[in-house]
Each structure stands twice: as C-alpha cells, then as structure tokens.
C-alpha cells in the first residue's frame, strides 16, 4: 500500500463509504448493500492508486445503484 497522503485519503473515504453500506445492509436487511460494504471497506488495502480506488468505488456504487434498482 502506498502512504501519500492521496492513497490514505481516498482509502479512508472508500471505506467510509464501505462502512456506511454496511450498516445499512445490516439494518435494513439488504445482503446487496451488505456485501458492496464489506467489499468496498477490505479492497483498498490491495489497490494503491488513488484515481484508481476512487474509480472502482463510483463502478461499485453505479453497481450496487442499478441492482438496487432492479430489485436485488
């Protein structure tokens, strides 16, 4: 994991929003929200760039967005 101070920035606010997802799921139920939770909050450990992170989170969250929609 790289320590500039944009790769710890964006790994703190992936896993927020991870965290947030989380809660959610468990609260209300919806193994979806769940699941992109724990995801979101265990995959920037492994990915080090921090365009790269935020660009796999707003994938994951227009994912979770639209399988949200659909029903799931």
């Not at 101070?5 to 997802?21: Q, R």
């Not at 992170?53 to 707003?58: D, K, Q, R, T």
Request: positive net charge; proline residues 3%; hydrophobic residues 55%.
């Amino acid at each position: 994991m790289d320590m500039s101070f944009g790769s710890l920035a964006g790994s703190l606010f992936v896993s927020g929003v991870g965290f947030v997802f989380f809660n959610y799921g468990r609260k209300k139920t919806r193994p979806m929200f769940l699941i992109f939770g724990i995801i979101m909050m265990i995959y920037p450990y492994f990915v080090s760039g921090f365009f790269l992170m935020i660009g796999i989170a707003a994938l994951m969250c227009a994912i979770l967005y639209w399988l949200s929609k659909s029903g799931y």
